[in-house]
T-cell receptor, first 116, second 112 residues
């Protein structure tokens, strides 16, 4: 009964390729996020969607394109991968105030992307 | 957005109490203080949240002084399994658009 699940867990690819990471949450939450954690363990927010609408887009290269087909899914597509994209990408979800929002983020297990 | 400052690392021994302090000098009136724990190869996990004074749950206690410019996470009698990175966040929990910003966290190492 995984609350927030990401696939794949590991991804190794060559520079210049295009790849996608999928995220699904079964918690009924309205808001979903993508975070990037680099080798220094700094966890940086990339995007946030609320009810399929983009509400946060930090300074992320436009090679990164999130897509939310419904409020339970937030996928991340990355074009023309670069060495610096190597990191662990975490998906997270959060309930809104109508569901008793405590501000708690529920994270997936992460997807480790290695670009060679 | 309120920025947080925490020690980069701390060391402790099993059975000791560990206190990790976080500074958030420009915390806003509507901001709550939330702590997360992250084990290697896992996503961060919610530990505790508070607004003022003291909050306690089965895992930890959170102490927040009256001016709310800092907070202290207290872990009683730590064990080896408490070795992890601990993040302090401040943010308005009622706003879906709030970018919940993680700092660099505090790496806690517990030894036997």
């Amino acid at each position: 009964d995984t609350a927030v699940s990401q696939t794949p867990k590991y991804l190794v690819t060559q520079m210049g390729n295009d790849k996608s990471i999928k995220c699904e949450q079964n918690l009924g939450h309205d808001t979903m996020y993508w975070y990037k954690q680099d080798s220094k363990k700094f966890l940086k927010i990339m995007f946030s969607y609320n009810n399929k609408e983009l509400i946060i887009n930090e300074t992320v290269p436009n090679r990164f394109s999130p897509k939310s087909p419904d409020k339970a899914h937030l996928n991340l597509h990355i074009n023309s991968l670069e060495l610096g994209d190597s990191a662990v990408y975490f998906c997270a979800s959060r309930p809104t105030s109508s569901l008793g929002d405590t501000g708690e983020l529920f994270f997936g297990e992460g997807s480790r992307l290695t670009v060679l | 957005l309120a920025k947080t400052t925490q020690p980069i690392s701390m060391d402790s021994y099993e059975g000791q109490e560990v206190n990790i302090t976080c500074s958030h000098n420009n915390i806003a009136t509507n901001d709550y203080i939330t702590w997360y724990q992250q084990f290697p190869s896992q996503g961060p996990r919610f530990i505790i949240q508070g607004y003022k004074t003291k909050v306690t749950n089965e895992v930890a206690s959170l102490f927040i002084p009256a001016d709310r410019k800092s907070s202290t996470l207290s872990l009683p009698r730590v064990s080896l399994s408490d070795t992890a990175v601990y993040y302090c966040l401040v943010g308005d929990r009622g706003q879906a658009g709030t970018a919940l910003i993680f700092g660099k966290g505090t790496t806690l190492s517990v030894s036997s």
